[in-house]
């Protein structure tokens, strides 16, 4: 089994920056991708960003490319997203997940492991 414990959310002025971290315990991690998505209020989730093990492969979402990026440290077994430059339409509760075979992927059903998710929160 693997757990993934989310990080960093808050509320923050537009414009304003938040980083987000989830650490991944439990089963040995060999060959992962860890992934984030958000879900607003009445939407579905959407991929933000995903990264493999090595940081070696990742892929950003076009609405949020230039504004986040996403990093990984593997000796932690935990991936960051940095957000810069938020913007009220980035409110959402941010989930991680991870996958065991590596797959950066922006498809939810690729990832086999969630996180409880944090809430991220931009006013206007």
């Known amino acids: 089994q693997v757990q993934l414990v989310e990080s960093g959310g808050g509320l923050v002025q537009a414009g304003g920056s938040l980083s987000l971290s989830c650490a991944a315990s439990g089963r040995t991690f060999t060959n992962y991708a860890m992934g984030w998505f958000r879900q607003a209020p009445g939407k579905e989730r959407q991929f933000v960003a995903a990264?493999?093990?090595?940081?070696?492969?990742?892929y950003i979402d076009d609405s949020v490319r230039g504004r986040f990026a996403i990093s990984v440290d593997n000796a932690k077994n935990t991936v960051y997203l940095q957000m810069n430059n938020l913007k009220p339409d980035d409110t959402a509760v941010y989930y991680c997940?991870?996958?065991?075979?590596?797959?950066?992927?922006?498809?939810?059903?690729?990832?086999?492991?969630w996180g409880q998710g944090t809430q991220v929160t931009v006013s206007s």
């Open positions: 997940a991870a996958n065991l075979y590596g797959a950066v992927s922006p498809r939810t059903y690729t990832f086999d492991y």
């Open positions: 990264i493999n093990r090595s940081g070696s492969v990742s």
